[in-house]
């Protein structure tokens, strides 16, 4: 199972990204998507997550400006990030809860599915 996110970039204060992250593999079931950030010497938070039922979740640092949401593909999830401040710079990192086939073959449930890492920055 490989997450391939992409999106991220340099951009000035106030100005807006979209984040995309693509799940793709053996995968039976997607029960969530989630973005995280890790920015220097901190430890990587959760920014926004969404349920495959469409719930979602947002740390209060980013509601109101940070939208998730899951593309008509399957297994895709967005965040788009509006009025952004310098403090959102960080790597943002897609993250999957699924259940996939194995190389035995076997379901296998597991919260702990990364994609690569995207670096945001944005100046002042």
């Known amino acids: 199972v490989q997450l391939q996110a992409s999106g991220g970039g340099l951009v000035q204060a106030g100005g807006s990204l979209r984040l995309s992250c693509a799940a793709s593999g053996s995968i039976v079931s997607n029960y969530a998507m989630a973005w995280f950030r890790q920015a220097p010497g901190k430890q990587r938070e959760l920014v926004a997550s969404i349920t495959s039922s469409g719930s979602t979740n947002y740390a209060d640092s980013v509601k109101a400006r940070f939208t998730i949401s899951r593309g008509n593909a399957k297994n895709t999830v967005y965040l788009q990030m509006n009025s952004l401040k310098p403090e959102d710079t960080a790597v943002y990192y897609c993250?999957?809860?699924?259940?996939?086939?194995?190389?035995?073959?076997?379901?296998?449930?597991?919260?702990?599915?990364w994609g690569q890492g995207t670096l945001v920055t944005v100046s002042s």
């Open positions: 993250n999957a809860d699924l259940v996939v086939i194995n190389g035995g073959g076997n379901y296998e449930a597991s919260k702990d599915y």
